[in-house]
């Protein structure tokens, strides 16, 4: 026997019983941005090495150590998307949809990263994001922040999600900052851990984001980036606290929330959760003025966020919040006797056209009427429909409750949709 080939580690299939919950997840996100009028975009899964590079940095874990990365046979550079805002930049700079434009955006699928998987880190992961180009001012950052505290409400998540808020400033003020947090750390460096030390000086900031308990008195004390805020930057942090603070938005400043990239620019934001453990992140955005014209494009600002699904998911299996789930079958035929077989079909694609909401499951490979119920109690239909021999000579069908203390009936066939209709 040939050896059974497995999923690549980090790589997850999804089976039939789990997609009715990334379903569920999925519609709540679809509905909440199309009612704040987001339109939805699609772009590739491969994209060209450079253009994360070019986003992300060179001096990054993510392109020094995560990307999946390959030369194609025209001998491009090639990376599994690790992402989805810089391939959302690329495709807007690409089709002219940014320039002196407002869009707002959202997308969603697979990405990739070469991380040590463990529960709620994959290698292959899906994420979901969206982005708002065009406009400067603090509020499409708030929009942005409640429109996601609205996905936690759909989903009965609020009470266990805390949002935390800072400001990076301009990339000249963070710059005075950086210059000020590396002599800071250098007075420290005999306390820092391998991983501080190596991003001393290549990406300071994120230093500040280390989960090491150990340096946690380090960083407590280290210069704050709320002290390098000019006039204008600090206007717009108070003013999307503000703007939260009068939508109901509770909220914490959160100092060492950083983001080691220079397109980074004013507000950063994080909803975070205790209840799964090291994974606390559940959502994370912020405003990236920079990004657009780092990559080709004119200067436009931009704000956004993206959230991991695996992640969601599993805290909404945690918590015990998902809802009963559809069945994957709401009718269920089946037929006794060749004739009954070979009609039954048919029966089934009228009852699609008549009952287009219904999913309607027809009962193949013969068998008893014993196998056949079984057969539709475990598809979890609440209704199954036994067509024999008899009752297809008089234009009858046979209706059985499943789920409900209701007394089997025989019908006119004219008649079961109507029946079905009401019964529902």
């Known amino acids: 026997m040939s050896k059974q080939i497995q999923a690549i580690r980090g790589m997850n299939d999804c089976l039939p019983q789990d997609t009715p919950v990334w379903q569920y997840v999925e519609q709540v996100l679809r509905q909440t941005v199309a009612s704040y009028g987001y339109s939805e975009i699609r772009f590739p899964i491969v994209e060209m090495t450079e253009l994360f590079k070019r986003s992300i940095g060179e001096v990054t874990d993510i392109v020094e150590k995560e990307m999946y990365t390959f030369a194609d046979r025209n001998g491009d550079n090639l990376t599994l998307r690790p992402e989805g805002t810089a391939c959302c930049v690329r495709a807007g700079n690409e089709h002219g949809l940014l320039y002196n434009q407002e869009q707002r955006l959202w997308y969603t699928g697979p990405m990739f990263r070469h991380e040590r998987p463990q529960k709620g880190r994959y290698r292959q992961f899906h994420q979901f994001g969206l982005e708002a180009f065009g406009i400067a001012s603090a509020d499409i950052d708030a929009e942005v922040i409640m429109l996601s505290a609205r996905v936690w409400q759909q989903l009965g998540l609020t009470p266990y999600v805390k949002l935390e808020l800072n400001s990076l400033g301009s990339s000249e003020e963070r710059a005075a900052y950086r210059d000020a947090l590396v002599v800071y750390l250098e007075q420290h460096k005999a306390l820092l851990d391998e991983d501080s030390l190596r991003r001393m000086y290549t990406n300071p900031l994120r230093v500040l984001d280390s989960k090491n308990p150990a340096l946690a008195e380090i960083l407590a004390a280290a210069p704050k980036l709320a002290d390098y ?5 600090a206007a717009h942090f108070d003013r999307l606290k503000q703007l939260l603070t009068v939508a109901g938005i509770e909220f914490t400043v959160n100092p060492r929330l950083v983001r080691g990239l220079d397109y980074y620019n004013k507000t950063v934001f994080e909803w975070v959760t205790t209840e799964l453990g090291a994974q606390g992140t559940v959502c994370a955005g912020g405003r990236y003025d920079g990004l657009v014209e780092q990559l080709g494009g004119k200067a436009t600002p931009a704000v956004g966020f993206a959230l991991g699904l695996e992640r969601l998911v599993l805290l ?28 039954v079909l048919s029966v089934a694609q009228r009852l699609r056209t008549d009952l287009p909401g219904m999913r309607i499951m027809v009962h193949c490979g013969g068998g008893n ?38 007394p089997q009936q025989t019908i006119l066939l004219t008649e079961l949709a109507q029946t079905l209709a009401i019964g529902a």
């Open 229 to 233: 805020l000019q006039q204008e930057s």
């Open 316 to 343: 909404l299996q945690t918590l015990n919040l998902l809802p009963a789930l559809p069945a994957a079958a709401d009718i269920y035929l089946m037929a006794l006797g060749e004739q009954a077989e070979l009609a």
């Open 369 to 406: 009427l014993k196998k056949q119920i079984k057969r539709a109690d475990k598809s979890g239909a609440a209704v199954g429909l036994i067509l024999g021999e008899d009752e297809l000579a008089r234009g009858e069908i046979t209706v059985k409750w499943l789920r409900d203390d209701k």
